[in-house]
Protein backbone atom coordinates (compact mmCIF):
# COMPACT_ATOMS: atom_id res chain seq x y z
CA UNK A 1 0.00 0.00 0.00
CA UNK A 2 1.24 3.43 -0.93
CA UNK A 3 2.05 6.15 2.24
CA UNK A 4 3.00 9.59 2.38
CA UNK A 5 3.08 10.84 5.75
CA UNK A 6 3.92 15.00 5.99
CA UNK A 7 5.12 16.17 8.95
CA UNK A 8 6.95 19.42 9.95
CA UNK A 9 4.50 22.09 9.47
CA UNK A 10 3.90 24.32 12.71
CA UNK A 11 3.69 28.11 13.09
CA UNK A 12 6.55 30.54 12.15
CA UNK A 13 7.33 33.97 11.82
CA UNK A 14 7.47 35.92 8.44
CA UNK A 15 11.08 36.02 7.08
CA UNK A 16 11.69 32.47 8.93
CA UNK A 17 12.18 29.14 7.84
CA UNK A 18 10.56 25.92 8.42
CA UNK A 19 11.84 22.13 6.80
CA UNK A 20 8.57 19.87 5.86
CA UNK A 21 9.60 16.32 5.70
CA UNK A 22 7.52 13.55 3.62
CA UNK A 23 8.31 9.72 4.44
CA UNK A 24 7.11 7.44 1.64
CA UNK A 25 6.25 3.90 1.56
CA UNK A 26 4.39 1.15 -0.22
CA UNK A 27 6.55 1.91 -3.60
CA UNK A 28 9.85 2.22 -5.14
CA UNK A 29 10.79 5.65 -3.94
CA UNK A 30 13.54 6.47 -6.67
CA UNK A 31 11.47 5.41 -9.73
CA UNK A 32 9.08 8.19 -9.14
CA UNK A 33 9.04 12.19 -9.21
CA UNK A 34 7.86 13.53 -6.19
CA UNK A 35 5.77 16.62 -5.84
CA UNK A 36 5.09 19.01 -3.40
CA UNK A 37 1.29 20.82 -3.74
CA UNK A 38 -0.47 23.11 -1.16
CA UNK A 39 -3.67 24.65 -0.25
CA UNK A 40 -4.29 28.12 1.26
CA UNK A 41 -7.26 28.77 3.00
CA UNK A 42 -10.01 29.42 1.05
CA UNK A 43 -8.22 29.29 -2.20
CA UNK A 44 -7.55 25.77 -4.63
CA UNK A 45 -4.37 23.84 -4.96
CA UNK A 46 -1.40 25.40 -6.01
CA UNK A 47 1.48 22.89 -7.07
CA UNK A 48 4.89 24.31 -5.66
CA UNK A 49 7.87 22.08 -6.49
CA UNK A 50 8.89 18.25 -8.22
CA UNK A 51 12.24 16.86 -8.20
CA UNK A 52 13.21 13.30 -10.27
CA UNK A 53 15.72 12.75 -12.31
CA UNK A 54 16.60 15.77 -13.57
CA UNK A 55 16.84 19.11 -12.08
CA UNK A 56 13.93 20.25 -9.74
CA UNK A 57 11.28 22.86 -10.71
CA UNK A 58 9.76 25.49 -8.93
CA UNK A 59 6.80 27.73 -8.84
CA UNK A 60 7.15 31.26 -9.12
CA UNK A 61 5.73 31.71 -5.89
CA UNK A 62 8.38 29.83 -3.92
CA UNK A 63 11.26 29.67 -6.48
CA UNK A 64 14.26 31.49 -4.37
CA UNK A 65 12.63 30.65 -1.28
CA UNK A 66 11.82 27.30 -0.97
CA UNK A 67 14.31 24.12 -2.07
CA UNK A 68 12.80 20.63 -2.50
CA UNK A 69 15.40 17.20 -1.87
CA UNK A 70 15.16 14.05 -1.73
CA UNK A 71 16.96 11.00 0.39
CA UNK A 72 16.70 8.23 -2.18
CA UNK A 73 18.29 5.70 1.05
CA UNK A 74 15.24 6.73 3.92
CA UNK A 75 12.02 7.50 1.40
CA UNK A 76 12.50 11.01 2.31
CA UNK A 77 10.97 14.07 0.71
CA UNK A 78 11.59 17.48 2.19
CA UNK A 79 10.81 21.11 1.43
CA UNK A 80 12.91 23.60 2.98
CA UNK A 81 11.12 27.07 3.26
CA UNK A 82 13.00 30.12 3.64
CA UNK A 83 12.30 33.26 3.57
CA UNK A 84 8.26 33.08 4.63
CA UNK A 85 5.37 35.26 3.80
CA UNK A 86 2.44 35.04 5.55
CA UNK A 87 0.97 34.21 1.83
CA UNK A 88 2.78 30.73 2.51
CA UNK A 89 -0.19 30.05 5.01
CA UNK A 90 -1.46 26.45 3.85
CA UNK A 91 -1.73 23.01 3.87
CA UNK A 92 1.10 21.19 2.49
CA UNK A 93 0.91 17.85 0.89
CA UNK A 94 3.45 15.50 -0.56
CA UNK A 95 2.72 13.70 -3.77
CA UNK A 96 3.57 10.96 -6.35
CA UNK A 97 3.60 12.37 -9.76
CA UNK A 98 3.12 9.80 -12.57
CA UNK A 99 3.84 10.01 -15.92
CA UNK A 100 0.84 7.15 -16.56
CA UNK A 101 -1.59 9.90 -15.73
CA UNK A 102 0.48 13.23 -16.42
CA UNK A 103 -0.60 14.11 -12.80
CA UNK A 104 -0.44 13.19 -9.23
CA UNK A 105 -1.92 9.44 -8.37
CA UNK A 106 -0.95 9.71 -4.33
CA UNK A 107 -1.23 12.24 -1.71
CA UNK A 108 -0.22 12.22 1.71
CA UNK A 109 -2.91 13.99 4.65
CA UNK A 110 -1.18 17.22 4.58
CA UNK A 111 0.90 19.15 7.44
CA UNK A 112 -0.15 22.83 8.00
CA UNK A 113 2.07 25.72 8.10
CA UNK A 114 0.78 28.92 9.46
CA UNK A 115 2.72 32.22 8.87
CA UNK A 116 2.07 34.93 11.05
CA UNK A 117 3.72 37.27 13.48
Known amino acids: EVQLVESGGGLVQPGGSLRLSCIAS????????MTWVRQAPGKGLEWIAIIGNDSPHYAHSVKGRFTISSDNVKNMLYLQMNSVKTEDTAVYYCARWTSAGGGMDYWGKGTLVTVSA
Open 26 to 33: GFTFSSYP
